[in-house]
């Protein structure tokens, strides 16, 4: 009888041991099961990051269209000397003449309207260089970037650049 015992008793342990064990296995598997879409949740989320949504994913498609290639020569805009002095308190000055490429007449039109408020951006800018800066190839080729950006904005051109580079013309730094 006390051997009976033992046995149901072993018996009921067995089921409850087995039960636990199928408890364990299935919270593992729904670990496993929600470890995975998070994980795939954040591998989309990673390599979607960059990617325009909606209207945004419209306006890209259109931009990545090939632009169309204008008839005739370029149009290029002269600007007026800049001459700044230079950050850094060593008394360098800056002599920059500079040519900005166009993109249309209408361009050409809004560049010389907005005129006074490009000059007054880009003397903040240049003023801002140290000769340091500049003395380098790589700091020309930034400062042509910056440069167009600057205008581009002045001309509050949003997403659209009227000014599609500009050219050196002429580029001294004079030290004191």
Not at 17 to 28: C, D, P
Not at 90 to 115: N, R, W
Request: cysteine-free; proline content about 4%; overall charge neutral.
């Amino acid at each position: 009888m006390a051997d009976d015992k033992k046995a149901d008793k072993a018996e009921k342990g067995e089921k409850k041991a087995g039960g636990g064990n199928k408890l364990m296995l299935v919270v593992i598997i729904l670990l496993v099961l929600v470890l995975a879409a998070v994980g795939g949740l954040a591998a989309y989320m990673f390599t979607n990051m960059n990617k325009p949504h909606g209207d945004a994913a419209q306006t890209e498609q259109a931009k990545e269209k090939p632009k169309k290639k204008k008839e005739g020569p370029p149009i290029f805009e002269k600007l007026e000397t800049f001459v700044v002095n230079l950050a850094g308190g060593d008394g360098s000055l800056l002599q920059v003449d500079m040519q900005a490429e166009l993109s249309d007449e209408e361009a050409k039109k809004k560049f010389t309207d907005y005129m006074p408020k490009i000059r007054s951006a880009l003397i903040l800018l240049l003023s801002s260089k140290t000769s340091a800066e500049l003395a380098t190839p790589d700091g020309k080729v930034k400062l042509k970037a910056q440069v167009k950006q600057i205008i581009n904005e002045s001309m509050d051109a949003g997403e659209e650049e009227p000014v599609e580079s500009v050219l050196f013309t002429s580029f001294i730094i004079q030290k004191s």
